[in-house]
């Protein structure tokens, strides 16, 4: 009889539902969802494929540099039926340079979303953190864009599909003007995107579970809980600010963030030779 892994499902499926992702990950060919593999609704089986590619990316050499949130929206949870935001790995190949080209062949079928990044001065290891902790802990905050991309064909997700895909993780791009914590309203600070000079999404803090370090603290939490917390150095993307934009082509894409900026993603149409 096989390994049993989380939430009762065998340790082999598990692994192979984790290569099935990898592999769409590697080809840039979408697959079909997974989520008929696992128990419905088994986050715990979910997180356990997305740990399995992280520990195989991480024996491969990848570095790990960060986490992300997702589902910070309370309309998306409602959508797909939950009450809690989910989280991803960011890694050092994952990051792009404010205004460097990224390949669009690099990607299956990417979307960008604004956001707030923080990134840690200290260790956060407590197991139920306080805000005051977790504000103390924060060095600075730095517009990003997410780049999200999902190797399940067409974005037919459920919570478990998105879980297992690495939260539905891309890329992301940093802004390189640090502003600390007290000086910007992380709650109130307005957001807008534009395509190529053309408004594509408006948001605010407060879109972010009412307060982007509300998300940030969710993860502190987690990532505790879980054995794996954050550290000094780490990229925490807190999440969207506002409606989520599919990339069309070759663009810009441009978010701006009172109170700290702004931050581009530009995206060619090829690799170069």
Known sequence: MGQIGQGGVAAEAIAGLAQRLRSAHESRVAIDPIRDQLPAGDLDAAYAVQQANTDHWVKQGRRLVGRKIGLTSKAVQAQLGVDQPDYGMLFADMSVCDGEEVPLSSLIQP????????????????PMAT???LISAVAYAVPAIEIVDSRIANWKISIVDTIADNASSGLFVLGNRPVKLGDFDARLCGMVMERN???VS???GAACLGHPLNAALWLARKM???????????VVLSGALGPMVAVQGEEILEARIAGLGSVR?????????
């Open 224 to 234: 505790a809980e879980r054995g794996n917390p954050l550290r000094a150095g780490d």
């Open 265 to 273: 993603a530009v995206f060619g149409a090829k690799e170069q030779a």
């Open 197 to 199: 000079g053309d408004q």
């Open 131 to 133: 805000m005051a902790e």
């Open 202 to 204: 408006i948001g605010a």
């Open 111 to 126: 979307k960008v979303e604004a956001e707030i990044a923080f990134v840690m001065e200290r260790d956060l290891v407590q």
